[in-house]
């Protein structure tokens, strides 16, 4: 299969990394580790083995990229003003283009532009970030929920689960794409938002007695939310728990958006906080907390 | 009329030395600025006037302060574990207890000690500040609202707002001591946290819209939750924006947490946050945005 990676983040450089060793031929959109990965190749450092490709196929911009069979979209979403555009010139009559970005909004930007049958979304469990330019760490996971935007379990979708998990990594085809982004958000919004604000990892929120309360009744309103989206079924009641009991063995994590704050990135807002404060407020429901968070951050962002 | 200052903050020296420039015996209990007042008295620095006081009574302990006819308490409430054994040696048969402390639970710490007869509670809306040892700053306003712990006009209450009146400053006697001070709290719950979280002044988070509408949702929760407490006449809907429109006039203003803050003392966080919370979720009022807020200024105060 010809891949096409948009957005060569540590997602799109790891997943990328990963299909090519696999067999298939993966062509890389980059921006910053352009000079080094096309000289030098492309190196994993992972707990479950390095590895390098001498040899990728990089460009500097899509055009010569041309129509693959698959566009697989890391962008980062406060880059998403481009993201039809960069994706365009990778979309020929075959192709299927899977977003792994966070967040809610972004299969909606692809349908829009490309038509929604072309568009699956998938949520990545994926605890990576960048080194020096040629070279991704892999620290944990990988694990990969997708599906269809329009909803139910495809050949197509089934597929391309089985087409990753011949890479190596957990991937499950789900017929409700909706409910799994809202149960990543269940994470997300939380833990993504208060560790960029506090500056602090997820270890020192979760042994905090009341930041840990909050965090749980973040999680509730978002479940809340989440279950008012016509879900195939409700997001369960002990989710919230589950989700705690995960984080807290996930030791002293830095989520994306601290890395982001961290590194003076601007932070995925809209996608993690702004839709879904509206696709709530559109099914009538409130999230006062998750409002008061985003109003922080969106201030911490502004300043 | 003799008067013991307990707690010399920039409220305990500014109101002491107006009550002493109007011909009161006022009686200071000091700690860091002992040395300075008793060798070269007390200055404050006013919009309205400086003064200078040369002799001031200044006591290190408060046991020779003796009894007097009213004790004025401008603690900060971080350190109301002690409250009661500092006021107690300034107690005698005729003593009144005025505290003036932020939030709520100061007067039932006095009432529990000295019995509720004798206690009454206050809102002021002061700018001020110390300055080097000796010298309070006052920058603006000095309004105070005072009234009964056990409700209702008294004769007491009257006399003490026309003493205070008579220093200058603009004080009025009110039947609903509970009332005034979740109004105080209206004010105080968001921009207390807020500024001191973010490090902003109250401008700048009135600048930016996200946040304005938090702010306004803060003082919403902060009003059901008052309402809730039979008070005698509801909080009116308008007083969020009514707040709103006196902040926007105050400029960049720095509110005392945002200072203790700063100056690395502890924050007032019992009595302003964790005591209004209790109450609401007596009444069933749950305030879930200033739940948030809590737990943030707990986890930063513990940081």
Redesign the interface.
Known sequence: MRIGIIGAGALGLYYGALLQRAGHEVRFLLRRDYEAITRGGLTVTSPEGDFHLAVVKGFRHPDPIGPVDLVLVGLKTFANDRLAELVAPLVGPQTAILTLQNGLGSEELLAAAFGPQRVLGGVAFLCANRGEPGTVHHLAQGRIRLGEFGGGLSPRAEQLAETFRQTGISCQAVADLKKARWEKLVWNIPFNG?CA??G?ATDR?LC?A??R??IR??ME?VIAAGNAQTLSSPIGEDFAEQMLTVTAGMGAYRPSMMIDRLEKRPMELGTIYEIPLQRAAQRGVSM??V??????L???A??
Do not use: K, S
């Open positions: 208060l604000l506090t602090l929120l905090h009341p930041t309360e909050q009744a973040l309103e006062p907390r409002a008061l968070l985003h109003a922080l969106a201030l911490q502004a300043d």
